[in-house]
C-alpha cells in the first residue's frame, strides 16, 4: 500500500505541476477570492464509508462532510462541495478545481510535498475492536485472547509487530472472512477501522463490539494548495478554535464512539 | 525486465517458514492416520454391514466427495460456531480434513476389498478362522497392499489441499507464505520458494509412504513385487 501510495502521488505530482504552473499566477491569494465570492468551495469524496458517503436517499453524510458544512458555516460562507475521489483530491486543489480538501487526506511526507496542510483536525485510527463487556485496555490484555486481523493487511502488520506473546493471532483471508469469524464468534477481538466494528454489530448483534485499543492514527488536515499562506493560517486558527471548543471532538465521536487522540485535542 | 530478484528476502523469514511447514505437517500426520482408519471401518461396513449402515456410509462417502473441502471446513468452523459450539481453528480444520479424506479413503479401500477374491474368503472359512481373524488377515491387509499406491497418491493430495485452509485462518505453510508475500511483495520469489517446498514435502510424504509400505507389507518387501 505504502509503495502504491507513494507512486500514486509522485505520479499525481508530475501531472499536476504543469497544471499548477499554467493557473497559479491567476489566484494570487485564494483566501480573498473566496471572501469576494462568499463561497468556499470544498473537496469531498463522497465514496469512503462511513467517513463520507452518500446514503440511500442521496444525501451526503458522514463525518467529514460534517467538518466541510462546519468549516463553511464558521466562516459563514456558502458551500460548494465538490465530488471528488482519492486520486483526484490533490490534483482538484492544484487545478483550482476547489479551495480545500477535507476528504480522509492523511498527512504525509510524500503529500506534504504537492500540498500544504492545516493543523491535524481528526484522525483515521486502526483499533483493537472487543466485546463491551470485557475491560481491556492495554494490547498486554489481550494475551490469552483470539485477536482477528486480515491476513497481510496494513493492520496486520502493526498488530505483528506491536502485540506482545501470547496474543492469539488468528489471520482470515479478507475483511469479509475476518467479520464471518467475528459474526460466527470464532474470535472475539478484531483490529480494523472502527467502521468495521458497526459493520460486525450490525451483521452479530450479540457480538457488541466497541473499540477498545488505539493501534494507530493517521492524522488527517485539510489539504490547501501551496502557496497559500493566509488561507493555511485561518484554517490552523479554526481548527485550534475546534478544538478548544470540543466541536470537532464531537463530531468524531459520534461517529466513532472514541475521543480524538489527546495529541490532537491539547495541541497548541 | 527490469524486475531484480530477491530470493533472500523470502528467505529471511525462515522461521515463519518452518512453522507453516510444522503446522502443514501434522495436519496431514493426523488426517492420514485418521483418515485411514475410519477409511478401512467405513469400507468394512461397506461392504459387509447391515443394508442401513451401507446406505448411510453411502451417503457420507456421496456427500463429501461432492462439495468442496473448503464449504465443509468453512461450515465446520463458521457455520457450527454460530449454533454455539466454538472449535479452536486448527482443530475444526483438522476434523474437517479428516472427514474428507475419510471419504476418499473408504471408495479406496472398498475398491480392494471388492477385488479380493470369493476363493480366498471361502479358503479362510476352511481353514477355521473366525470372522474377524477373516478380516484382519485375508481381507482388509491384502486390500490395503492393492491399492496402497491409490491411497498413498491421495495423502499427498490431502497435504497439497491443506493449503487451501489458510483462508479460514490456519497457519499452515501457504498461510504463512501469504503473510510474507504481504510484507516483503516479493511475490514471484516467495510463490517459486513455496512451490519447492511444497513439492519437497510431497516427496518427502511420498518417500514416507513408500517406507511405510515396506514395513506394513513384508510380501511386497521380501518379493519385490506387488501384489
Request: charged share 20%; aromatic share 8%; hydrophobic share 50%.
Amino acid at each position: 500500500m505504502k509503495n502504491l501510495r507513494a507512486v500514486i502521488t509522485a505520479g499525481v505530482a508530475t501531472l499536476v505541476a504543469v497544471g499548477a504552473f499554467a493557473t497559479s499566477s491567476a489566484h494570487a491569494d485564494t483566501l480573498q477570492d473566496i471572501l469576494a465570492r462568499g463561497k468556499i468551495r470544498i473537496s469531498v469524496d463522497p465514496a469512503v464509508p462511513p467517513y463520507s458517503v452518500m446514503d440511500e436517499s442521496g444525501n451526503w453524510t458522514g463525518p467529514e462532510f460534517e467538518v466541510a458544512r462546519k468549516l463553511a458555516a464558521d466562516w459563514k460562507l456558502e458551500l460548494e462541495l465538490v465530488p471528488t475521489s482519492p486520486s483526484k483530491r490533490i490534483p482538484d486543489l492544484l487545478t483550482g478545481r476547489s479551495d480545500v480538501v477535507v476528504s480522509s487526506l492523511s498527512i504525509t511526507d510524500e503529500r506534504k510535498k504537492v500540498v500544504d496542510f492545516s493543523k491535524p483536525y481528526t484522525v483515521i485510527s486502526v483499533v483493537v475492536g472487543g466485546p463491551k463487556s470485557e475491560t481491556v485496555t492495554k494490547l498486554e490484555d489481550l494475551i490469552g485472547k483470539r485477536v482477528a486481523v486480515t491476513l497481510g493487511s496494513t493492520n496486520d502488520a502493526d498488530l505483528t509487530r506491536l502485540a506482545p506473546a501470547g496474543v492469539e493471532i488468528v489471520r482470515f483471508e479478507d475483511e469479509a472472512t475476518s467479520i464471518t469469524a467475528l459474526s460466527s464468534g470464532q474470535a472475539s477481538y478484531y483490529v480494523t477501522a472502527p467502521a468495521l466494528l458497526i459493520a460486525v454489530n450490525e451483521r452479530n448483534p450479540a457480538a457488541q463490539l466497541e473499540p477498545k485499543i488505539v493501534l494507530k492514527n493517521n492524522i488527517v488536515g485539510v489539504g490547501v494548495k501551496k502557496g497559500e499562506p493566509a488561507l493555511l493560517e485561518k484554517l490552523n486558527a479554526w481548527v485550534d478554535a475546534g478544538m478548544a471548543d470540543g466541536s470537532l471532538n464531537a463530531i468524531y465521536k459520534a461517529a466513532f464512539g472514541l475521543d480524538l487522540p489527546p495529541e490532537l485535542t491539547q495541541a497548541k | 525486465m527490469t524486475y531484480t530478484f530477491d530470493f533472500a528476502a523470502g528467505l529471511a523469514y525462515w522461521p515463519l517458514l518452518l512453522q507453516g511447514i510444522w503446522t502443514t505437517l501434522r495436519l496431514t500426520l493426523f488426517c492420514t492416520v485418521f483418515g485411514i482408519l475410519i477409511g478401512a471401518l467405513c469400507a468394512v461396513i461397506r461392504t459387509g454391514g447391515p443394508v442401513w449402515a451401507q446406505r448411510l456410509i453411502g451417503l457420507y462417502v456421496e456427500f463429501i466427495r461432492n462439495t468442496p473441502l473448503l464449504i465443509q471446513a468453512y461450515f465446520l468452523i463458521f457455520g457450527v460456531a454460530s449454533l454455539g459450539v466454538r472449535l479452536p481453528i486448527l482443530v475444526g480444520a483438522t476434523i474437517a480434513l479428516t472427514i474428507n479424506i475419510g471419504a476418499y479413503t473408504t471408495e479406496i479401500v472398498r475398491a480392494g476389498i471388492e477385488s479380493i477374491h470369493k476363493g480366498q474368503l471361502e479358503a479362510a472359512q476352511c481353514l477355521g478362522l473366525g470372522r474377524v481373524q477373516t478380516y484382519l488377515h485375508v481381507v482388509i491387509r491384502p486390500a490395503l497392499e492393492r491399492v496402497y499406491p491409490a491411497l498413498a497418491s491421495q495423502y499427498v493430495l490431502l497435504m497439497l489441499a491443506s493449503s487451501t485452509l489458510s483462508s479460514v485462518g490456519v497457519a499452515e505453510l501457504f498461510g504463512m507464505a501469504s503473510r510474507i508475500q504481504s510484507d516483503t511483495f516479493r511475490n514471484f520469489e516467495v510463490f517459486v520458494l513455496l512451490g519447492i517446498l511444497y513439492l519437497v514435502l510431497a516427496v518427502t510424504v511420498r518417500a514416507g509412504f513408500s517406507l511405510l509400505g515396506l514395513m506394513l507389507f513384508p510380501r511386497r518387501r521380501k518379493l519385490g513385487t506387488p501384489l
